[in-house]
T-cell receptor
């Protein structure tokens, strides 16, 4: 079974500081995308960032960046200059079944301390 | 953009009735849509894959006769919970994949909270 592991159920960070959320995955796909989604209290799943596995360069979207280690199957999310609006559940997702479907991790609840 | 809507956002029904949930991609076409279920404080569990013009494929353990899925067009998929019971109460979320240019990225609807009395 293909799995996604988020080992930090909860994390907290001071506003304006940097936090890193960890994720490891196991996929048999060769070319694939990896994703981080956030789910705020509204429960709307929002795409944060995606990484193309065949690209060595780590993806960056404004304050969000990833540290992608393909050999280690590690895909961590770094949030810089944390803001109160970043408070949410963060889910890491990796593909299965020919990239058609996603397997989600159990999530990390991020709290921002004012 | 990539906006996905769901209707209704919440619904309360009596046990034994059927409930239909709609998922629409508003500004793009989607050959594939997915239906998930999420219990409180848990992750998303994939229920089924909905492909336009063909039968849905269900994940192991999901009753296809209870959760009927119809993908009638490139912008609309519906999930019907038939003969709903209290154990079907949950948060149902759909997602849609753009036909091209998104790297198989799934864009999610806002979810539907179903409560069965």
């Amino acid at each position: 079974a293909q799995t996604v592991t988020q080992s930090q159920p909860e994390m907290s960070v001071q506003e304006a500081e940097t936090v890193t959320l960890s994720c490891t995955y196991d996929t048999s796909e060769s070319d694939y995308y990896l994703f981080w989604y956030k789910q705020p209290p509204s429960r709307q799943m929002i795409l944060v960032i995606r990484q193309e596995a065949y690209k060595q360069q780590n993806a960056t979207e404004n304050r969000f960046s990833v540290n992608f280690q393909k050999a280690a199957k590690s895909f961590s999310l770094k949030i810089s200059d944390s803001q109160l609006g970043d408070a949410a559940m963060y889910f890491c997702a990796s593909p299965r079944d020919g990239n058609e479907k996603l397997t989600f991790g159990t999530g990390t609840r991020l709290t921002i301390i004012p | 953009g990539a906006v996905v809507s769901q209707h209704p956002s919440w619904v309360i029904c009596k046990s034994g009735t059927s409930v239909k949930i709609e998922c629409r991609s508003l500004d793009f076409q989607a050959t594939t849509m997915f239906w998930y279920r999420q219990f409180p404080k848990q992750s998303l569990m994939l229920m089924a894959t909905s492909n336009e013009g063909s039968k849905a494929t269900y994940e192991q353990g999901v009753e296809k006769d209870k959760f009927l899925i119809n993908h009638a067009s490139l912008t609309l998929s519906t999930l019907t919970v038939t003969s709903a019971h209290p154990e079907d109460s949950s948060f149902y979320i759909c997602s849609a994949v753009k036909i091209a240019g998104s790297g198989d990225t799934q864009y999610f609807g806002p979810g539907t909270r179903l409560t069965v009395l």
